[in-house]
């Protein structure tokens, strides 16, 4: 009796352990879509593994390339929604898709 009770007490916190080591793995499953700059800023568009949710990550265009974005943005839909957000709020690009 008293080994089984022993075993259910190691065996359930390592079970833990491999349940959160996996599922953070998992939720880190992002792809880097593309890259680029435009006015004083410079970007990384990335996706989630299934491509249905895509964000910015934005630095000033002087910031080394080691460093931590200074500004992540999520919540796209599409690469072409997140690109857009990018030239009218960073890029400093008049497009008819601002105004919107």
């Known amino acids: 009796m008293k080994l089984i009770q022993i075993l259910k007490l190691a065996v359930i916190p390592v079970l833990t352990v491999f349940s959160f080591?996996?599922?953070?793995?998992?939720?880190?499953?992002?792809?880097?879509?593309?890259?680029?700059?435009?006015?004083?800023?410079?970007?990384?568009l990335w996706s989630t593994d299934?491509?249905?949710?895509?964000?910015?990550k934005i630095w000033s265009s002087e910031a080394s390339p080691n460093s931590e974005a200074?500004?992540?943005?999520?919540?796209?839909?599409?690469?072409r929604?997140?690109?857009i957000y990018f030239d009218c709020n960073y890029a400093e690009k008049n497009l008819s898709e601002c105004s919107q």
């Open 21 to 44: 080591v996996s599922t953070s793995n998992t939720a880190l499953a992002d792809y880097l879509n593309s890259q680029g700059s435009g006015g004083h800023s410079r970007y990384e």
């Open 81 to 83: 929604e997140a690109l």
């Open 70 to 79: 200074y500004y992540t943005s999520g919540a796209f839909t599409s690469t």
């Open 50 to 56: 299934d491509n249905s949710h895509y964000y910015l």
